[in-house]
């Protein structure tokens, strides 16, 4: 996590974000101001409006008279997450298909041939590093801005669940197949496919985590 002398604001929103994004500042975790105010060399005030706003992206929590802790996502809720990222994502796959350059398709090419070699070589840790590597590829090809930010706040709020959800049930080679057909339909230009392909994936996910709620406990 980068620090930084600065008091404003955006510097310590962004520094706390990328703690909890990697898995850093982990679920129910206690957030002491003071400790921030340290880190960041910032003030009181500028702490608790950065927690303000991590609040209302859904990362952070304030509990009264007990501070502030990294949120906790439930399953159920991740559902919900899950449920409007396959949209957005969806539309950002058709978008990407439509403006994908030669250099793109070579880029994206190149994260399948990695993720192959992963899953043969056994490498889950690496698999997981180059699923998310796709999804953001996709997501810069596409241009899509606001759907783009709008995600990553999202999957923020899913790192918990994260590295599960890509050894989800089926195994990772069911996984490989629903991305390779993915990158198959940027490549060719095939907007309805690659909108349909990322649907179904990010469906396939959504389904597994509602198994898990549906689970009863052992």
């Not at 996590?1 to 898995?23: C, F, H, Y």
């Not at 303000?52 to 159920?76: D, F, M, P």
């Not at 994908?100 to 880029?107: F, N, P, Q, R, V």
Request: proline fraction near 1%; glycine fraction near 6%; hydrophobic fraction near 40%.
């Amino acid at each position: 996590m980068s620090r930084s002398s600065s008091t404003d604001i955006q510097p310590v929103v962004a520094g706390l974000r990328e703690a909890i994004s990697k898995g850093e500042l982990v679920a129910n975790q206690r957030l002491i101001e003071q400790d921030i105010c340290d880190e960041y060399r910032a003030s009181r005030g500028t702490v608790r409006a950065a927690l303000a706003e991590l609040a209302t992206e859904g990362l952070v929590e304030r509990i009264q008279n007990r501070g502030a802790r990294v949120r906790s996502v439930s399953i159920s809720e991740a559902i919900e997450i899950l449920e409007v990222r396959s949209l957005l994502e969806a539309h950002c796959a058709g978008k990407a298909a439509l403006l994908a350059a030669e250099e793109d398709k070579l880029a994206l090419k190149a994260v399948g041939e990695d993720m192959v070699k992963a899953i043969d070589g056994g490498d889950l840790y690496r698999y997981s590093e180059l699923n998310n590597a796709l999804h953001q590829l996709v997501l810069d090809i596409s241009k899509q801005q606001t759907a783009a930010s709008v995600i990553h706040r999202l999957k923020t709020q899913m790192v918990r669940h994260q590295f599960r959800l890509t050894m989800r049930s089926g195994g990772p080679s069911a996984s490989l197949a629903e991305h390779l057909a993915i990158i198959e339909a940027i490549c060719e230009g095939e907007s309805d496919a690659a909108r349909q392909t990322m649907w179904e994936h990010l469906a396939s996910v959504t389904d597994t985590l509602r198994g898990l709620a549906e689970a009863p406990v052992s």
